[in-house]
């Protein structure tokens, strides 16, 4: 059997494929910081090149560059595997956290979140050529570099490489239990700016509005909005304000974002935060806007 054949080939490469892996985590791929990243699309280059793949790639001035590799087969049917070079970690976090094994684990940078995703996808492509398999009329390979941030340049790339596609399949991890990811949230980022008025906070502090304190009750009342039952979720991940310390902040802002697996539930939420921001708090009016 075709699976048989496969398991067969595979597994003799485990220890090589953890060498792989331990190399490409083991280099840094921070979103920002497009050097690394590129250190990154490098390798991968080089690798699906020893493939037979037709490799372009696609410049970009504000990110990695973008990788789409093509294979022609014999037979029907357009396959593309998508993933991504970039990770959530800066500059020197591999040398501060280098890869370990402990046991039957592999920790470090990326491993899960998604070198081990694109290496999967490199070796299956070798283990359907190890049985000589080519019944497919196309096999693409896309790796882009602005996954993990909210600037996605990728996205025209992303669509006109998809279009077309008989299939088109992430190269994302299962969940902790192996479960595979059938679907994943839609997601709704948002930026929120706070204007109040600035006073000495020692010599004359009731004068002033206080943008934080306004955006701090803000930021409680956005995480009301939680809704796990119904798989909704409302984060806010950065907050800025304030000039000085003895200064009431005049300004401050959040960004955020909210979640959900359908329209209908974003959208309700994204109603939500609308209306809280509509309104001012102690005369501190705030400016809203989503994506």
């Known amino acids: 059997m075709i699976m048989n054949d496969l398991i067969e080939y595979l597994t003799p490469l485990l220890d090589q494929y953890i060498a792989e892996l331990t190399t ?27 493939l037979g793949f037709t490799v372009e790639r696609h410049h970009e001035d504000k990110a990695g560059d973008n990788l789409l590799a093509t294979r022609k087969g014999m037979g029907k049917g357009k396959v593309l595997l998508v993933g991504h070079s970039d990770t959530v970690f800066p500059h020197g976090t591999t040398a501060q956290r280098p890869v370990t094994i402990n046991g039957d684990t592999l920790l470090g940078p990326g491993t899960c979140d998604m070198k081990a995703g694109l290496l999967v996808g490199i070796y299956a492509v070798e283990a359907l050529d190890s049985i000589g398999f080519t019944d497919y009329e196309e096999l693409s390979f ?23 596609k008989d299939a088109v399949l992430t190269l994302e991890a299962a969940r902790a239990n192996g479960d595979i990811v059938t679907a994943r949230k839609g997601v709704r980022s948002f930026f929120a700016e706070a204007f109040g008025k600035a006073a000495h906070s ?3 502090p009731e004068k002033g509005r206080s943008a934080i304190l306004a955006l701090a009750h803000q930021i409680i009342a956005l995480q009301e909005l939680n809704d796990y039952a119904n798989g909704v979720s409302v984060n806010v991940g950065v907050i800025e304000g304030g000039r000085a310390r003895n200064i009431v902040a005049e300004h401050a802002d959040i960004r955020f974002e909210a979640r959900a697996y359908d329209y209908d539930h974003l959208n309700a939420v994204t109603e939500a935060i609308i209306k809280l921001f509509a309104q001012p708090i102690n005369d501190v009016i705030f400016k809203l806007t989503y994506e």
């Open 202 to 204: 020692g010599v004359e």
């Open 142 to 164: 896309l790796i882009v570099s602005d996954e993990e941030i909210d600037e996605r340049y990728s996205v025209p790339l992303i669509r006109s490489s998809s279009r077309g």
């Open 24 to 50: 490409l985590s083991g280099m840094d791929s921070y979103s920002h910081d497009r050097e690394d990243v590129n250190h990154v699309v490098d390798w991968l280059e080089a690798r699906l090149s020893k």
